[in-house]
T-cell receptor, first 112, second 116 residues
Framework: AQSVTQLDSQVPVFEEAPVELRCNYS??????LFWYVQYPNQGLQLLLK??????LVKGINGFEAEFNKSQTSFHLRKPSVHISDTAEYFC??????????FGTGTRLKVLA | DVKVTQSSRYLVKRTGEKVFLECVQD?????MFWYRQDPGLGLRLIYF???????EKGDIPEGYSVSREKKERFSLILESASTNQTSMYLC???????????????FGPGTRLTVL
């Protein structure tokens, strides 16, 4: 069975500081990995996804994530955050079927 | 741009009522999903549909049913609403069943349902 763990439920960070949101997964088969963002009162939208190839994936709004197979991680990073990045971030994994497993989410709070 | 719309942003119902949540997508996607989002639990899949009139149970189907009579529309039905079904409900769609799990899911804005 697959699972996704987002250890940090909340991450406060000052504006223009770097941030890393952690995601670890477990699966006995190859996986595809996703990060979604949910702004207040909105649905989720895709930030980036890893399907194959380069382990460093760049997404929208200056975010990037690195797939680390040995550590079964897919951490999300941004070198300098803005107030507008305040949102909830979800990591998700798929093993090749329609079914995605979502993590419990990390609330990023950017402070002025 | 893909657009997924949900019939209501906020809904208040009474215990025992039958509740319909409607979702429409405009990109001819084969797959449609209903999720429930609760604090600390993330998103949990209620039902999935990969074609008209086809459906599969997700992780938490109890107390829910679905209907997909047209490709663009996917309805979630609470046969007899209960207070523990108070939650945020998210609809999503994706391109196709044969995409092998690589599809991006496109989400609607959600319906916040309160059952009193």
């Amino acid at each position: 069975a697959q699972s996704v763990t987002q250890l940090d439920s909340q991450v406060p960070v000052f504006e223009e500081a770097p941030v890393e949101l952690r995601c670890n997964y477990s699966s006995s088969v190859s996986v595809y990995l996703f990060w979604y963002v949910q702004y207040p009162n909105q649905g989720l939208q895709l930030l980036l996804k890893y399907l194959s190839g380069s382990t460093l994936v760049k997404g929208i709004n200056g975010f990037e994530a690195e797939f680390n197979k040995s550590q079964t991680s897919f951490h999300l990073r941004k070198p300098s955050v803005h107030i507008s990045d305040t949102a909830e971030y979800f990591c998700a994994v798929s093993s090749g079927t329609y079914k995605y497993i979502f993590g419990t989410g990390t609330r990023l709070k950017v402070l002025a | 741009d893909v657009k997924v719309t949900q019939s209501s942003r906020y809904l208040v119902k009474r215990t025992g009522e039958k509740v319909f949540l409607e979702c429409v997508q405009d990109m001819d996607h084969e797959n449609m999903f209903w999720y429930r989002q609760d604090p600390g639990l993330g998103l949990r899949l209620i039902y999935f549909s990969y074609d008209v009139k086809m459906k599969e149970k997700g992780d938490i189907p109890e107390g829910y049913s679905v209907s997909r009579e047209k490709k663009e529309r996917f309805s979630l039905i609470l046969e007899s609403a209960s207070t523990n079904q108070t939650s945020m409900y998210l609809c999503a769609s994706s391109f196709g069943r044969t995409s092998g799990g690589t599809d991006t899911q496109y989400f609607g804005p959600g319906t916040r349902l309160t059952v009193l």
